[in-house]
Each structure stands twice: as structure tokens, then as C-alpha cells.
């Protein structure tokens, strides 16, 4: 090699190794003045500006306990799909990030006030881990039976400490209770201030039992509290008897039991506005060895991103805490997203909603503003200002009323008139297309989805719910003591407009115990879409599922309900009568489906007692039961 060459080459050596080292670059957090003790937001936003204008690829936080505030925190509109949108205060904003880490070294941030802590946006292959998110007070109120008094139809409950409340008239409120240090708030913009001094009502509420620190075996519908008696037509009475302790009076038809523990959720205003870890528009993200131990809606929510792995990744009830809830929603959730998403090694206890939602959006047809063009609006309130689709994107049209499908176009172009009107162009003209009574569907957004050694338990609602045309498989999971169903398919175009027929799905050696304790007789699996009362059985919404090989530990004589499905296989499932609970139904049906098409229930073991039977409606066909022991031998063709 001559001397020419050799130094090319050397120089292409120095440069690659300048490189390396450069985009090797770590930052720790406190260099710019992290520390426990004070409010860190300041040190924390100054660590992730560094980390972007000198292009490091990590950022390390040394092990502690860190207290964040809103009131230094970035302040973005945002709208958060299944939350509550508005002016969003944020420490960790990874906005147009690619291939950068946050390591918190296992610390733990301790949030105050409404805030988001992580948000990331427009980012590529990011990792959150090793940290711990927390707030300093919880925003549910949560209070333990103390007394119970037939006589005067009340009872009497105190207040956890971390709980602050008021009586205001005869109404029981919880708040943020104003300090010296929130003041200020008021001299902030008046979105912001509703964000961060809130009061709740306690009129969406549910019981938990703090001997299993799972929900109440109870009917949610004659326990529940409510501020006013409708069986009575009066209103409850709240009446504040010292050291923490309130009487409410008239406040349900059914008297909770002593002991039992109230958490309140609120509807007075918005209750799900600090999701605490935020995800969009992004790529290959991975949050591993992360736990949540409260927020204020979802602990973590994924919406228009592909390829999100959740691994060892745990919503947990906080250590030594006398708190019942950790979520006031979902665990974990993901909206019209793509790639695959993976949940690996998690636990989910104790939110009062599922532990992960993965679904796309149904969007409403207006109008037809040009043989190209419809205007289409965002059906729910919760999903305002959602990014529906992109150019180069399918679109699927279907009847709101039965969700069958009736046209297919490709989008052009996308103009968002308002966060809740938009128009979209197609490629092709759209004049012959129905409008009314229509709705629209990105499928082009339906991730496969694979959830494996994870653990679901103590909620409120279900399990998980999945409805997504992607491949799925729930695998080795645990399903334990939630008050619904363990897994449900539904879609829908009328209330939640989420959509997502199952086209693939695989459920198989995984245990479901004690599912349905605020229903009595909950179904293991549910398939719900809103296809109308009577389906027609032309089409089928959900089809391809094979459920085998799993435990069920069940009070509740339903295992299976089902509407609008083609080709079910339930196989080789063994099905235990539990003894924590009192039985439900002793002689309802075990199975019950509705206009489906193609099922087989093979090789299963009953062994719940009365012999399982099988009830079909609107006109099924082929639905067959073989090999089973314990479960009735049908054939409907």
C-alpha cells in the first residue's frame, strides 16, 4: 500500500473512530444540578437540551429519589387519545429524538401536581429504563369502612391520609387541597389552572376488599355510591364527623361490609390527565424494568407509533402503602398504531380500567365536499385532534350500525380543519359511496401484537381487551381476580369508536382465576362488536381464534360469549370450579354464541360441576362439540 493510500486510510479510521466517540456521548443528569431534596424539573430539562444540541446517545440519572414540579416543566397542547386533552406540563420531552436512552439507574421520580413526565414524539429508537414513577398524593379519594348503620341506611369511612377533602353543603370532594406552593397556579392561564387545582365528586366509584387487595365480590350496580339516590330520589348526605372521618347517608341502595375500601374516581370534571408515560408519532421504542406506581389516567399510552416493546414493565401498587389503586385507567394502551407491539414479563395490578387496550379508530362520514373528498369527523371525546391517516394509507368504509364493510380507497391527502373535523382525499373518486350511516377505518394501522409471562390481577374491568387484524398471541400470561371478562374483542362505532376486527389470534397456556367479581358471571373470553342485536351472518366481524391449552379457576359458569365470529377453535382447556367465591349460575350456559359461524369446542376437561351446555341465537351454523369431558355433545348445522 503506498503512502497515499495508507493515509486514506488512516484518516477514514480517525474519522469513524471521531465518530464513534461522538455519537457514544453520555450525559449524566448531574452535571446540571441534579439532586434529591429539591425540585429537579429545572436540572432535568437542562439534561435532555444537552443530550439533543451534543447529539448523546444516553443519559444517565444516578440512583435517587427525585421530586418533579409543573411549574419549570415545558408546556405543550396536547391531545392524548382515551385521555383528557389540554395544556400539558412535561420534564422529559424527547421531541425528534432517534437513537437515545434514558437510564434512571432504578431512581425514583415523584411527580406533584398534574403533569406528563415522559412524553415522545417524533423519535426513533428510544429506551426508557431502570426508573420508577410515582405522584406525592393520589387523584382518587380512598377511604375504609368503619361503621355500618342500617338503622340510618349509612355508613362512616376514613379518609386516607394522602387524601385531601372537604364537605361542601352535603356533597363529599376531593381535591388537590390548595397550598402556600399552588397559589401561584392561579396567576397561570386558566387551562392550566383547571389542570392543576381539580376537585372530583365521588360519583364514579368502586369497592375494594383489603384482605385480597382485590375489587369487592359485589353487585357494583346496588353498592355503588352515588351523590344522589335515584332508587329514592334524594341526595346523599356527607357529614363530617372528625379525625378524618365522614358518615354518608342515602348514598347506595346496598350497605358496603365493614372494612371494605372506597376509591373514588370522580366526574365532576376531567379525571384522566397525567398519563405518565407518552408516546407518539415514534419508532422502536422500548420502556424495560420501569414500574408505574400511579397516574392520573393511563400509565402508559402508544398512539400512531410502530414497533413499542414493553418489557418487564410493571404498574405496581407502591411499596409499605396503604393505597388500593394505582392507575385511574389503563396499564398499558396503544391506538392505531403499527409493527408489532410486545409485552413481555409485565404486571398489571390494581388499575381501575384494563391492563392493555390495542385498537385502531372508526371515524365518522359527513359528507361528501367533492367527487374526492369527505369530510369526516373524530367520534369521541377522547379522541379530538387524533391524526386519523396519512397519505398512502388504506381506508376501509363500513355501516356504523353493523360495522360490515362496504368499499375500500387509498388516501390522497389529509387536511385537519379542527381537532374535530378534518377532510380526506382518495385516489379514487368516492361519489358512489354511501354516506350516511357510514364510518371509516385505517387498516393500515393494525399491529400484530404478542403478550407473553405477563400478569393482569385486582383491576377493575377486564384483563385485556385486543381487537386488531394484526397476528396476535397471549401466551403463559396470569389473569387474576379482575371484575369482568380476562380478554375482549369488541369494535364498535357508537360510543368508544374503536375498532379492529380480530382476524388472527392465538390464546394459549395461560391461567384465568376469579374473573367477574363485580358481575358475578363473567365470561373468560368475550367477543362484543356492536354488530346490531340480531348479526347478520352473511359476514362474520371477528374470525381465526384458537384458544388451548389454558387453565381456567372459575366461580362463574360462562366461559364463553360471543357474537359475529367465524372459524373459533376452544381446545384442550381445562376448567376448575374455584372455591373463593360464591358459584354464579349454577345452571346458566357455559357457551353462549351469536350468529357465529364455524366452532368447535374439542378435547376440553369440565371440571366445574353440572355438565357444561351450549346455547347458540341468530342463526349459527356449525357449531360442534367433540371429545370433551363434561360438556354437552352438540352439531347445529
Keep these: 500500500m503506498n503512502l497515499k493510500n495508507k ?45 439533543k444540541t451534543q447529539k448523546a446517545v444516553k443519559l444517565v440519572i444516578p440512583k435517587g429519589v427525585y421530586d418533579i414540579y409543573p411549574e419549570k416543566a415545558y408546556e405543550e397542547y396536547r391531545n392524548i387519545t382515551n385521555n383528557d386533552d389540554g395544556k400539558k406540563r412535561m420534564v422529559f420531552l424527547l421531541k425528534d429524538f432517534e437513537n437515545f436512552e434514558i437510564d434512571g439507574s432504578g431512581s425514583k421520580f415523584i411527580c406533584h401536581d398534574h403533569m406528563v413526565p415522559f412524553d415522545v414524539s417524533g423519535s426513533k429508537n428510544i429506551t426508557l429504563k431502570n426508573f420508577s414513577v ?40 376531593f381535591s388537590n387541597k390548595k397550598t402556600e406552593k399552588t397559589i401561584g397556579w392561579f396567576f397561570m392561564a386558566p387551562l392550566m389552572q383547571k389542570d392543576v387545582i381539580w376537585e372530583q365528586n365521588i360519583n364514579w366509584n368502586i369497592w375494594y376488599d383489603p384482605q385480597t387487595k382485590a375489587p369487592a365480590y359485589c353487585d357494583e350496580n346496588t353498592t355503588r355510591v352515588n351523590a344522589w339516590n335515584f332508587k ?53 421504542v422500548l420502556v424495560e424494568n420501569v414500574t408505574v406506581h400511579h397516574a392520573s389516567g393511563m400509565a ?124 380526506v382525499t382518495f385516489t379514487e373518486k368516492i361519489d358512489d359511496l354511501p354516506i350516511d350511516g357510514s364510518v371509516a377505518e385505517n387498516t393500515f394501522l393494525q399491529p400484530d401484537v404478542i403478550m407473553r409471562n405477563c400478569e393482569v390481577r385486582q383491576n377493575r374491568a377486564r384483563g385485556i381487551l385486543i381487537s386488531t387484524a394484526g397476528k396476535v398471541l397471549v401466551e403463559k400470561n396470569k389473569f387474576v381476580k379482575c371484575t369482568y371478562a380476562g380478554i375482549q374483542a369488541a369494535g364498535d362505532a357508537n360510543y368508544w369508536f374503536e ?24 365470561p373468560v373470553l368475550v367477543f362484543v362488536p356492536e354488530v346490531g342485536e340480531v348479526p347478520d351472518t352473511s359476514w362474520h366481524y371477528h374470525r381465526n381464534i384458537v384458544m388451548e391449552n389454558n387453565t381456567i379457576n372459575a366461580f362463574s359458569r360462562i366461559l364463553i360469549q360471543a357474537k359475529s365470529i367465524e372459524n373459533f377453535v376452544f381446545k384442550n382447556n381445562t376448567i376448575n370450579k374455584s372455591a373463593r367465591y360464591p358459584s354464579a349460575d349454577e345452571n346458566g350456559p357455559a357457551f353462549i354464541f351469536s350468529g357465529c359461524k364455524d366452532v368447535l369446542i374439542e378435547g376440553n376437561k369440565y371440571n366445574w360441576g353440572k355438565a357444561a351446555t351450549i346455547e347458540t341465537h341468530h342463526g349459527c351454523v356449525n357449531i360442534r362439540s367433540v371429545n370433551n369431558e363434561n360438556i354437552e355433545e352438540v352439531n347445529i348445522k
Design 232 to 284: 329514592l330520589n334524594k341526595p346523599a348526605v356527607a357529614r363530617d364527623l372528625g379525625n378524618r372521618t365522614v358518615r354518608l347517608t342515602d348514598a347506595c341502595e346496598e350497605l358496603p361490609k365493614s372494612g371494605w375500601v372506597l376509591v373514588c374516581n370522580g366526574i365532576l370534571s376531567k379525571n384522566r390527565l397525567s398519563p405518565a408515560i407518552h408516546v407518539f408519532d415514534s419508532e422502536n
Design 7 to 51: 493515509i486514506i486510510g488512516a484518516t477514514i479510521v480517525i474519522f469513524a473512530v471521531m465518530s464513534s466517540c461522538k455519537t457514544e456521548k453520555t450525559i449524566n443528569a448531574v452535571d446540571f444540578g441534579l439532586r434529591e431534596g429539591i425540585d429537579n424539573t429545572p436540572a432535568l430539562m437542562k439534561a435532555i437540551e444537552a443530550c
Design 499 to 522: 375498532s379492529g376486527p380480530v382476524t388472527d389470534m392465538t390464546i394459549r397456556e395461560n391461567l384465568f382465576e376469579d374473573q367477574g367479581l363485580c358481575v358475578g358471571n363473567a
Design 300 to 423: 402508559f399510552v402508544a398512539e400512531q407509533s410502530k414497533d413499542v416493546t414493553l418489557r418487564k414493565y410493571n404498574v405496581l401498587l407502591p411499596p409499605n402503602s396503604e393505597r388500593l389503586v394505582t392507575s385511574t385507567a389503563d396499564a398499558s394502551h396503544f391506538v392505531s398504531c403499527s409493527g408489532l407491539i410486545v409485552l413481555d414479563d409485565c404486571i398489571f395490578e390494581n388499575m381501575l380500567d384494563d391492563g392493555t387496550n390495542v385498537h385502531g379508530i372508526y371515524a365518522e362520514v359527513r359528507e361528501m365536499t367533492d367527487p374526492y373528498t369527505l369530510g369526516m369527523t373524530r367520534g369521541h371525546s377522547q379522541q379530538q385532534g387524533f391524526t386519523f391517516a396519512r397519505a398512502g394509507e388504506e381506508i376501509v368504509f363500513a355501516n356504523k350500525n353493523t360495522l360490515k364493510p362496504h368499499a375500500k380507497r387509498i388516501v390522497s391527502s389529509i387536511k385537519n380543519v379542527n381537532d374535530f373535523y378534518f377532510e
Design 134 to 173: 410515582d405522584w406525592e398524593k393520589p387523584f382518587y379519594l380512598q377511604a375504609q369502612v368503619t361503621a355500618v348503620h342500617p338503622e340510618l341506611n349509612a355508613f362512616d369511612m376514613k379518609i386516607l391520609d394522602e387524601c385531601s377533602y372537604e364537605i361542601q353543603g352535603n356533597n363529599l370532594i
